[in-house]
């Protein structure tokens, strides 16, 4: 038995990749998803921001955030 080798294996690794990746761009798509809905937002005019519910102040605060968050 002492001649046996400890030989590392690359599947937690590779799984690891994997699940990094797919985190990626599951944050990539909800940066995008975010930036496209403050677009449509921009693009409202008085009497829809209101059918909403939405002040000018609340949209304006939320146009200046940065599509990360």
Do not use: C, Y
């Not at 002492?2 to 990746?21: E, F, Q």
């Amino acid at each position: 038995m002492n001649n046996l080798l400890d030989i590392p294996t690359s599947v937690p690794r590779s799984k690891d990749r994997l699940i990094w990746a797919r985190r990626l761009a599951k944050s990539l798509a909800n940066s995008l998803e975010r930036a496209r809905t403050r677009r449509l937002l921009a693009q409202l005019n008085d009497r829809q921001l209101s059918d909403v519910g939405i002040t000018h102040s609340d949209r304006h605060q939320e146009l200046d955030k940065p599509f990360w968050r």
